[in-house]
């Protein structure tokens, strides 16, 4: 990171407009470290970016505030204007929020999140409920599904236009996302469910175990396009 920040202070356009033009970056932070100098990058670059991406390698260290001085100079109250694709691994719930609100709402099409939640006893509040992210029409979430928790709801219900969300759970919790899946809080315009199910090694299960074969039924059913991925240790095979 300082070998990059000292080569855009060196650019032209960093040195007439304090600018750096960068559309697309992806950082990932080092062993039992976090991100080091990126909140002056994001400041350099944010009008710029049109996809980001930051993976936090662990979350037993100090969290460095990435957006805690985040005021556009510009007296506008969006920090990411041009933002299209945003992904974050390891991020926490107030995190989360300060990212979502960060973006302009109209721009958002691509949304990845892995190990990244509101807490559990998390209440959305009005300002979030109220939400709408128009043009959101891909939401990854990596990290197993559990039904009490507020996030994949609360991203269905700012996405109206929906058209593929991804999910991942162990086969225990398997019926509990079909029933959300089968659920009114799923956007009338989803096509693409894809979901990630982890099996113990040596165990089996395809579109006609008693357990997945609701979910194939449901897929016939809405006309959603099939995606499913069995993984275990081992390995994994998709049907589709």
Request: a negative charge; hydrophobic letters at 40%; glycine letters at 4%.
């Amino acid at each position: 990171m300082d070998a990059l920040l000292g080569h855009i202070h060196a650019t032209p356009i960093f040195q007439e407009n304090n600018r750096a033009v960068i559309q697309r970056l992806s950082v990932q932070t080092d062993y039992q470290k976090d991100f080091h100098r990126l909140p002056e990058l994001l400041g350099l670059c944010r009008t710029s970016l049109r996809r980001l991406n930051l993976d936090r390698f662990f979350t037993n260290v100090p969290i460095t505030e990435l957006l805690q001085d985040a005021k556009p100079e510009d007296g506008s109250t969006v920090y990411f204007p041009n933002l299209i694709s945003l992904g974050l691994v390891k991020f926490n719930t107030r995190e989360l929020i300060a990212f979502i609100t960060s973006v302009d709402p109209m721009k958002l099409e691509h949304l990845s999140l892995r190990d990244t939640f509101l807490g559990y006893d998390f209440i959305v509040p009005d300002e979030l409920a109220n939400l709408r992210l128009p043009y959101l029409k891909e939401v990854i979430v990596g990290g197993n599904f559990r039904p009490e928790n507020p996030t994949v709801g609360w991203l269905c219900q700012i996405a109206p236009n929906l058209q593929l969300l991804e999910l991942s759970t162990i086969r225990e919790r398997l019926p509990a996302m079909i029933e959300f899946f089968a659920s009114d809080q799923i956007p009338k315009t989803l096509k693409e469910p894809r979901i990630w199910i982890k099996i113990d090694k040596y165990d089996h299960l395809d579109p006609e175990s008693p357990d997945l074969a609701p979910f194939v039924q449901l897929l016939k059913e809405r006309g959603w396009k099939r995606w499913i991925c069995v993984h275990m240790s081992c390995g994994s095979w998709v049907y589709e």
